[in-house]
């Protein structure tokens, strides 16, 4: 099966050396910025807010950003090709474990 069929990147050839780390949106960025600073004057009701904020929106997203580590390019991902890299990135550590 194969990783990411959209992806329209430059080294796609390369599939199996991708890799790739999620990125925060600037919303994201903001929102926590945001809540950090208004903790002391509302008593941590920011802080809850974010967090609730933060959790809706991680549920319903569809894409997720993600940045290749060795050109620094960012693109959108479909989440749940996401989730398939980390676990398929995640088995090959182990085998690797094992193997040590």
């Not at 994201?28 to 974010?50: E, G, H, Q, R």
């Not at 398929?88 to 474990?97: G, Q």
Request: with cysteine; proline share 2%; aromatic share 8%.
């Amino acid at each position: 099966m194969e990783i990411f069929p959209l992806l329209n990147h430059s080294d796609v050839s390369r599939e199996n050396s991708l890799a790739i780390k999620r990125q925060f949106s600037r919303f994201d960025i903001i929102l926590l910025t945001l809540a950090i600073l208004l903790f002391i004057p509302t008593l941590t009701v920011s802080l809850w807010l974010a967090a609730i904020c933060l959790l809706v929106k991680e549920a319903c997203i569809k894409n997720v950003i993600v940045k290749d580590a060795e050109s620094g390019e960012k693109f959108r991902v479909n989440k749940e090709e996401y989730k398939q890299y980390r676990k398929l990135k995640k088995s090959k550590e182990s085998t690797v474990r094992n193997i040590l």
